[in-house]
């Protein structure tokens, strides 16, 4: 029997997305399965999906005639072909186009637009859901919208975040003093900066707790298009919070953590819940 050969789909490449792509990987991999990760080269180096013994090959996150025709010849002789997210699927559905290779689709996150923009996202989760043979998603009601767009078969298939890899070096102290929380309580926090995650709420609460002695810290980790407002914000009403940028791994940041913070007005199956919780750090969400 050959060897079955799947091809993973990454766009942008969110932690969240990435990271489950690298155990998916790795797992296929150790069931003999060959893997081939295409995504953009920066999200290679952030992650390292040749580590899992997969092949790696870069594609844009673009949906150009040259970007698809590259993902094209890197579906040739797939098996399975598993996209992660909705510009991922959509720009595979082009590039599968004519062939008989079944599509896989996880739909990680839901996405917010208003006006124009709205109807192309509808659009877009059209075509993605009925291109794909089988949509995943991590919340029921993704699976329900995939099936009001249209998707032929839509199943609940949650995503688990990849148990964290340690040093074993418990270096919850030093941790603690390069954020600036030695003496006073660490709130830790983690999402992409969207309007979605509710960090515009958090920054209300940490408006209130600058009366407590000592001031708690909230920590911030993460990227996105609200930043500069956020951090606006911060300057403007002297908040204590902190915003660190993305980071590959939040294990090291919540082990110093006194308590995990989750503000957002929607998640599909949350990586900082999830780790909290089997971390046993206090979580607090909405």
């Known amino acids: 029997m050959s060897q079955l050969r799947t091809?993973?789909?990454?766009?942008?490449?969110?932690?969240?997305?990435?990271?489950?792509?690298?155990?998916?990987?790795?797992?296929?991999?150790?069931?003999?399965?060959?893997?081939?990760?295409?995504?953009?080269?920066?999200?290679?180096?952030?992650?390292?999906?040749?580590a899992t013994g997969a092949r790696f090959l870069p594609v844009p996150r673009r949906s150009d005639p040259a970007a698809v025709a590259a993902l094209r010849v890197a579906c040739t002789g797939a098996d399975v072909v598993h996209a992660h997210g909705l510009h991922a699927a959509a720009r595979t559905a082009l590039a599968l186009s004519g062939r008989a290779v079944p599509l896989v689709m996880t739909w990680h996150t839901r996405r917010y637009a208003e006006g124009a923009r709205r109807q192309i996202l509808h659009l877009l989760e059209r075509r993605a859901a009925r291109a794909a043979s089988v949509v995943l998603a991590p919340s029921s009601d993704l699976v329900d919208r995939a099936r009001e767009r249209g998707a032929r078969d839509a199943r609940l298939a949650p995503v688990v975040v990849p148990h964290p890899r340690s040093d074993g070096t418990g270096g919850e102290g030093k941790v603690r003093a390069e954020l600036g929380a030695v003496d006073r309580p660490l709130l830790m926090a983690v999402g992409s900066l969207a309007p979605h995650h509710g960090f515009d709420v958090l920054l209300d609460a940490a408006r209130v707790w600058r009366r407590l002695d000592p001031v708690p810290l909230l920590v911030i980790a993460g990227?996105?298009?609200?930043?500069?407002?956020?951090?606006?914000?911060?300057?403007?009403?002297?908040?204590?919070?902190?915003?660190?940028?993305?980071?590959?791994?939040?294990?090291?940041?919540?082990?110093?953590?006194?308590?995990?913070?989750?503000?957002?007005?929607?998640?599909?199956?949350?990586?900082?819940?999830?780790?909290?919780?089997?971390?046993?750090?206090?979580?607090?969400?909405?």
């Not at 969110?14 to 690298?22: L, N, P, R």
């Not at 797992?27 to 999906?49: E, I, K, N, S, Y």
């Not at 407002?229 to 590959?248: H, N, S, W, Y």
């Not at 939040?250 to 780790?275: F, K, M, N, T, Y």
């Open 7 to 50: 091809v993973q789909v990454l766009g942008g490449g969110s932690a969240g997305s990435s990271a489950h792509v690298g155990s998916l990987a790795a797992g296929l991999v150790a069931r003999g399965v060959q893997v081939t990760v295409c995504a953009p080269p920066a999200v290679d180096r952030a992650h390292d999906f040749t």
């Open 223 to 286: 990227e996105g298009r609200d930043r500069n407002a956020l951090q606006r914000r911060i300057r403007d009403e002297q908040l204590p919070v902190t915003l660190i940028g993305g980071r590959d791994t939040v294990g090291e940041l919540l082990a110093a953590a006194d308590l995990a913070v989750l503000p957002s007005r929607w998640e599909g199956r949350s990586p900082l819940a999830q780790e909290a919780l089997r971390s046993g750090v206090p979580l607090v969400a909405t």
